[in-house]
């Protein structure tokens, strides 16, 4: 396996669907009117302290409106309008005249398609204090998105904290700020800021999406970052064991780590068993771990799932050769497998009873199986965490689901990552 061609590698963003943010605010969802009240910049003696104080201020007011005709005409000089904001921003006299303007700047700025213009109207509008209470948070979302756009990403962290501060959900603001990080190329604050926010979301009792964590699987993986795209791995099957997310999972889990032959065949085992073996080379490595010489049965086994597959053809030259040895060997070790456990029990090293309990795992005996690993653990066996990773195997196989979970428990070491992930699948198993 030598490259992901699953979802996995195609993901950008978590959660990143974008809002249409110059059509929302042009569709009024935060825009106000761009025209005065008809008298506000008269003063009334006779008004009370507080009505005068929200009005617009006269000198406002009479700079503020030519520029108005210009922005809401059809065919107006748009590029004269935008030079003369700073002359009509420089008599603003309270909190009226700038929401107001603010509002104004944003009209230009959503007509003429200039983002600038548009980060000042909305950041007018919050400094204003008068926008609508319920539109805060979008408005900090907003200026969140064009800050990383512009790869400020600072800024675009401030903003989204104040937008989820706010309660605003949508385009999920929150777990946007872990791609400020990744813009940074700050992957490990990344990281573990997504981490805290998916463990807090399942402790509040509240559904992760499966995004956050493929987004955070990508940029582990991506960055060389073994032990996090391990963790990611088993994070993403625990929280929805669906088959394009094994696939991505144990994808990453088997070209992340240094497994050898063996360990990438208990790994590709746990692949067959979950639908997330797919492609040739999977096959074929599966294939050349078990070794027709060796375990002749679940090699045919593994050659006749990929020819219905459609990865191996009756004329393959690989498929022919692989299957003309474990032709051969298929029925001998069926038959000698028995007559051996004698032996395997007798054997002070322990090698007979692993081979044997190989056997039987290879051709589904797996109570037997189970049996002889225990055997072989008992004696000693120079690779004891493999034989606890066969001996899990075996017993969740055979059903034996709390046996299976004990075994994989104790295994450390390189298989450590492999044992996990079956743990994840017994998992899921409980779960249905």
């Known amino acids: 396996m030598n490259r992901i061609s699953t979802p996995l590698h195609a993901i950008r963003r978590t959660g990143l669907a974008r809002l249409g943010l110059a059509a929302a605010l042009a569709s009024g969802m935060i825009l106000g009117s761009t025209a005065l009240p008809a008298a506000a910049h008269a003063k009334d003696a006779k ?70 213009l548009q980060s000042q109207g909305v950041r007018m509008i919050l400094d204003s204090g008068k926008a609508a209470p319920d539109q805060v948070g979008q408005m900090h979302y907003y200026l ?84 996090q795209a391990n963790g990611y791995a088993v994070a993403l099957v625990a929280n929805d064991p669906s088959p394009a997310n094994w696939i991505n999972a144990l994808q990453v889990v088997y070209l992340a780590n240094q497994l050898d032959a063996q360990g990438q065949l208990d790994l590709l085992r746990l692949m067959r068993e979950t639908g997330a073996l797919k ?38 030259s690989f498929y022919k050769d692989m299957k003309a040895q474990a032709d051969q060997r298929a029925a001998a070790d069926r038959a000698e497998a028995q007559a051996l456990v004698a032996e395997a029990r007798g054997d002070a090293s322990g090698t007979t009873a692993q081979g044997v309990a190989d056997v039987f795992l290879s051709f589904g005996s797996y109570q037997q199986a189970a049996e002889m690993y225990q055997v072989a653990l008992e004696k000693g066996v120079r690779d004891h965490d493999m034989i606890l990773t066969r001996l899990g195997i075996a017993q969740t196989r055979a059903g034996n689901y709390s046996d299976a979970r004990a075994a994989f428990e104790q295994v450390a070491g390189p298989r450590a990552p492999i044992a996990r992930m079956w743990l994840a699948h017994l998992g899921a198993k409980a779960a249905t």
């Open 47 to 116: 008004k009370g302290a507080k009505e005068e104080k929200e009005a617009n201020t006269k000198a406002f007011a009479e700079a503020y409106q030519p520029l108005a005709d210009i922005v809401n005409a059809a065919d107006g000089d748009y590029a004269a309008a935008k030079a003369r904001i700073p002359t009509v921003v420089a008599v603003i006299g309270n909190d009226t005249d700038k929401y107001a303007m603010a509002n104004l700047i944003l009209a230009l700025g959503n007509k003429t398609n200039d983002v600038a």
């Open 144 to 227: 969140a998105r064009w800050a990383y756009d512009a790869k400020d990403y600072a800024e675009a962290r401030t903003q989204f904290q104040a937008s989820a501060d706010a309660g605003f959900t949508e385009g999920e603001p929150a777990a946007l700020i872990a791609d400020t990080y990744f813009g940074e190329n700050r992957n490990a604050e990344g990281l573990q800021y997504l981490s805290n926010l998916i463990e807090n979301r399942r402790a509040a009792g509240q559904p992760v999406p499966s995004q956050w964590i493929l987004r955070g699987l990508k940029v582990a993986y991506d960055a060389n970052m073994t032990e």
């Open 279 to 316: 492609q040739r080379r999977e096959y074929v490595d599966y294939i050349e771990a078990a070794d027709p010489r060796r375990m002749a049965n679940e090699v045919l086994t593994v050659l006749e799932a990929g020819k219905q597959a459609g990865i191996f053809t009756e004329g393959d």
